[in-house]
Nanobody, 122 residues
C-alpha cells in the first residue's frame, strides 16, 4: 500500500514557475513507476509525465515537453514536477500516481494522491 500527498500548487502568472512535490509513504516507493497527471474542469484526466524507479527513463506529454521536468528522490520517498514557462492552459488539478506497470493511462496506476490545484493567470 502506498499513500501519496501532493503539495506545491498555487496561483502563478503566465511564464512563471512552480515545483510540485509528491510525498509517498510505504517502503516500496523505490520500486514503483511514478506519474503526474492533470485534470481541468470538464475535461478528462490526462497524462503529464512519468519516471521509472531509477529515474533513468522519463516520458512527457507533448504539451509539456521542454517546459516540465519530472524527477524523484527515493531516499526521501518523493517525486517532483518542476514546471517552467507556465501557460494558462496548464491550469488544472495535478495528481501524482504510483504504478507497478504502465505509462500513460490513468488506469495503469494503482495509487493516487488527492491532487493540488495549479492556476496560471494570463
Amino acid at each position: 500500500q502506498v499513500q501519496l500527498v501532493e503539495s506545491g500548487g498555487g496561483l502563478v502568472q503566465a511564464g512563471g514557475s512552480l515545483r510540485l512535490s509528491c510525498a509517498a509513504s510505504g517502503r516500496t516507493f523505490g520500486s514503483y513507476r511514478m506519474g503526474w497527471f492533470r485534470q481541468a474542469p470538464g475535461k478528462e484526466r490526462e497524462f503529464v509525465a512519468t519516471i521509472n524507479w531509477s529515474g533513468s527513463s522519463l516520458e512527457y506529454a507533448s504539451s509539456v515537453k521542454g517546459r516540465f521536468t519530472i524527477s524523484r528522490d527515493n531516499a526521501k520517498n518523493t517525486v517532483y514536477l518542476q514546471m517552467n514557462s507556465l501557460k494558462p492552459e496548464d491550469t488544472a488539478v495535478y495528481f501524482c500516481a504510483a504504478s507497478g506497470a504502465g505509462f500513460y493511462r490513468p488506469e495503469d496506476y494503482d495509487y493516487w494522491g488527492q491532487g493540488t490545484q495549479v492556476t496560471v493567470s494570463s
